[in-house]
């Protein structure tokens, strides 16, 4: 064999499309596994009904909500409850209909194809939705709805998910989950420790949440030991309910290393209620750094999400409250940030720490050459705006000639969106496969590591990354 | 029909060109809306002969001069003139000749690509410009300008210009404009409100233009009513001239919105003359909330383009002035500058505002996610060095699966050379075709849905951005 | 002649792979200019044999380190010696077993493409190095090794390297280049003139450095005035031994253009060891200013590498010390730190100055810009991270439309790995070949410009830029 391809680098696309399809039929039916994601573990636990189609694709959507409201349509008339309890929208089949006269608007956007894919193949529809064809498509998914084989634990099945993990805060009582394990039902639905609320001195009510957090561990966490050891607490109680990861979502990936001294003395700061922004940012990068120490002891996979400036716009966040789809990216530094945490633990083979960015400027910049360099670390996939083609080409070209594939983490759907996790997956599995058909015919790499390399980026590197 | 396509995502090119043939096709002779450039609106006034070819194609386009003055080509060399009014070229083809010169310095650039296509379609040449060929093209556009059909007014109409809007300083007559109302030609010319140099404290002779903008209206333009007055009446005569849109060149999109009271402070102390840097600053942002609220009133579209730090030469400055190639583009934010401006405005779906930037980092991380939310917000078409095939797909790839379509504004040519208008447009059309037809062939839009998008973005998107 | 495409824009493959191919074939064996570059001069001076695969391949070789790391093998199992002395792997078949059990981790990155390039062409390995082959690839290149024809000055001239400039220290005496002008070969290696060590306030032992650089010279670097005359002197020795550029590596790209009597002020507070960090950049960008005013008296060409954070990881600058794939780009400023310079001599046609950076997010924004309208300035290839296929497209792509090709430089191949000099510059030749067949494929280029541009990028760029 030749170990270069004479044509190596220049054009190709003969065989581009029959490489792609051929690179996804070796992917297209594996098992989903969805290590991070934000589905409501009482579906699984009570397997009731969805209520209609506006509850299950507009309400509690974001992408599609912030979509329709860019175009002039009220949060009210979709129906998203207001905080003063004033009127909204209440029939389902109006949203619908706005939704649907909207819907033009999703062109090009990955929200059209999760919303068609989701439409085509979990519903049967096959006519495209528009102000016409509304009234019939909402008609054809209550009516699906209404059947046994729609209720949340048979699609479950149907996905095929092998395993889908929920988030919850670091107080939750894990109810759900434990319903679950009653039930007998043999899906695997997993929890991860999400402790921002007890972590971010700036979050509302941190000191009344650290207090409920020392009643439900019995520690004393109003002292930095206490506090500690009620986090090593919850963690374990969640790792109890199957957990494998925690999740940390911060404005920055700033990160410190304070001596025990220092930082029990910004603990009884932050705790007191009186500090300054300043204090509440080291706090929170001190406690990924304690996370991640943590993560030595217990295993747990460490998730950071930086960079969303949440509830951008004053009015919004008034009237509805969070996640209303104005929480809008902002520039994120990683290299000095997270050198604290990487001096501390950076080099520990057996920690994973995964970051994801909403700034694609840090890909080659900064994030692969850290992931490519520092054996704690991997690459969480493009999120949130770049869970997307364009996202996730942008995300493998602009990493994998730095750090290769094996310092990434397979792919997150992050969602709410149940039936759109078929999709997502599908997105992901196929712009890989695009992207390594690309490599294969442009002779960047051979053709059998590319089957490889697709099976661990559809399967293989999550089910790693994420102790699965 | 089936919602996805099997190959969705996968790379396609047997139907690829033809599919970018067929949209361009039914996009390439719509008439040219133009609402946003630079022409003399004098031309169209007096309807003379152009003066020469190195008069209309070299001495006033910077893209030309900064490529030749980079190759060490001195400016006074081709005929821009002195401050101090020394020596340089008189004679144009000489200047034409060391275009000629340097023409493959521009190979790759969208500036050879406008350039040959005045030159093929308007001047009807047929050999590459070179130094063998320069005398005889410089004859035949010179034969040809001093023919009637190729003055002002003949070209705007064989060009199927259907508006051009230029753009004039808040304290302009408009008597350019007056003499084409009065001329009785039926061109559509207008013009747009840009009060830079009443509105930014640092502008040359800042306190002089606001007391000649005093006079223009009859307002004591010292205080802060009286100059807010004055505004409103400026706005009013240029909307008199068929104006539907402001312009703000900021070197920030900084915004800010004071109290009336502190807003009224601040105007004193910036119109003393004696203020500080971040007060100019301030005093600019608080004026794009105080446009944008006149906008709301009076209806005129707001154009923002920010992040261009002007005259960085200091050398090319005091020797030849402004807007001679030196502005060089920075680092632009607009998720924290914008929000003081978005808390006042950024919910009203009858107000729009359209953002333009240097920075195309802020395309998929800033500009798309605030233009998918704000329903006030659409973004402008790339923009000066961007302006060209790399860039229109850059921002098409990074801007579209966040903010779709429907939250951008159509193409600008924002030019003051003429004879290119008709190629910027042609290259804005094909730029778009050939993504959209990627989205055809690799199943991310509909084929009808392209041709209908491709339209709007020829000519519905401008129309409805700029209330054409 | 038509001067446009009727096509031009639309997508095109049918020629594009054949053009790519002609266009390639048209380079392909130009000689290799390499004129910036870290070989050890006294490979070629000795000429003695290299001393295994794993002190070829392996050890020296950043890239494959900062990999094999990133995935929990140890620098001591790779050895790479420890600063306190103690036991590394000792035995170059177990380090090449543990390279070749790693081998699958570099997939899709530039390194596998030199490295199978290098196994290919130069050692005529036909199979691809995986756990199995170890061994038997070992033997081979070791075999091989063992012969004359594969010592430094046979492998040099089979390369076809027509010039080689490594890079020296202000300091160096250049004893490696006197023996190979001593030795009467005949290859072209040429040394660089490299001051940081004594340019940077904050270089280890910086004082010393001076102190020394005073004594080679007979200059009181003590003084300003001597300072500077020593630069000129050691200038001038390098000069003697074929230097034609200077090189700086500086962590930004700060400069400054201090009056005579700050400038001596300065230095005497940073060579009193007693200074701020800010003192520290003021007197690194002051030198780069000095630096540029000496090339235009003595005309060496000036490269300013900026943006990386050197020693990024603590515990491995602590272990191993520098250059252990531990520097990390990050976000780099040029449009306001370059100004100080370019107002002193930006405008100066007959400077080169060559600009790099480890910012990809600055080629549109600020490089292109600044390269398009400076007569001084020129665009270095990309650089570390970004020498491969998809940083080379990156960087045509936000630069060409802006500056063109005549504001670059060519190409580097910056490496001290020998052996992966011809795969480099076959990269770059194949990877801009296939940017210029899309540019001829897509109507933006004439093919017969193209031939003439793959030319220079191959070749006569770098000649002109670096005066060879």
Not at 115 to 121: A, G, M, Q, V
Not at 170 to 185: E, F, P
């Amino acid at each position: 064999m030749t170990l270069t391809d004479p044509d190596r680098l220049f054009p190709a696309t003969q065989r581009q499309r029959d490489m792609a399809r051929a690179l996804y039929a070796s992917v297209a039916d594996l098992p989903i596994l969805s290590p991070h994601g934000h589905c409501d573990p009482s579906w699984f636990a009570e397997n009731e009904r969805f209520p209609n189609p506006a509850e299950l694709f507009v309400v509690p959507d974001h992408y599609v909500l912030r979509m329709l409201v860019s175009q002039g349509v009220s949060l009210a008339d979709l129906g998203v409850p207001r905080i003063d309890g004033g009127a909204i929208e209440g029939d389902p089949r109006k949203i619908w209909r706005r939704f649907a006269d909207g819907f033009a608007l999703f062109r090009g956007t990955p929200s059209a194809m999760w919303l068609d894919h989701s439409f085509e193949h979990v519903f049967e529809i096959s006519q495209a939705l528009c102000p016409q064809t509304a009234d019939a498509i909402y008609d054809q998914i209550e009516a699906k709805l209404a059947t046994n084989s729609f209720r949340p634990r048979a699609l479950f099945e149907r996905f095929g998910i092998e395993l889908l993990a929920t988030t919850e805060g670091a107080l939750d009582d894990l109810r759900w989950h434990q319903a679950i394990k009653d039930s007998g039902w043999t899906g695997r639905v997993t929890t991860t420790y999400r402790p921002d609320a007890v972590v971010d001195p700036e979050f509302e009510g941190f000191v009344e949440n650290v207090a409920a957090l020392g009643q439900l561990t019995g520690e004393d966490t109003m002292t930095w030991s206490g506090y500690l050891g009620a986090h090593r607490a919850r963690r374990a109680f969640f790792k109890s309910y199957g957990a494998t990861a925690s999740d940390h979502g911060h404005p920055s990936a700033t990160t410190a290393n304070l001596s025990a001294h220092e930082a029990s003395a910004l603990f009884d700061r932050v705790i007191s209620g009186e500090f300054t922004a300043q204090q509440a940012e080291m706090f929170r990068g001190q406690m990924l750094t304690e996370m991640a120490k943590m993560s030595l002891d217990d295993g747990l996979t460490m998730q950071i999400h930086a960079g969303s400036r949440r509830n951008h716009s004053a009015d919004v966040f008034a009237r509805f409250g969070r996640d209303k789809g104005f929480d809008i990216p902002g520039r994120t530094d990683y290299v000095e940030a997270l050198k604290p945490l990487l001096d501390a633990v950076g080099m520990e083979p057996d920690l994973t720490v995964i970051l994801f960015t909403l700034d694609e400027t840090v890909y080659g910049r900064e994030l692969a050459p850290l992931a490519g360099a520092y054996p704690a670390l991997k690459l969480g996939p493009p999120w949130w705006f770049f869970d997307s083609y364009e996202g996730i080409k942008r995300f493998r070209e602009a990493t994998t000639e730095t750090c290769g594939f094996y310092n990434t983490a397979g792919f997150n759907d992050d969602t709410r969106a149940f039936c759109s996790i078929p999709a997502r997956h599908d997105v992901s599995r196929r712009s890989d496969s695009a992207y390594l058909s690309t490599l294969v015919t442009t002779g960047r790499l051979r053709e059998a590591e590319a089957f490889e390399v697709a099976h661990d980026l559809a399967y293989g590197l999550a089910k790693t990354a994420y102790n699965l």
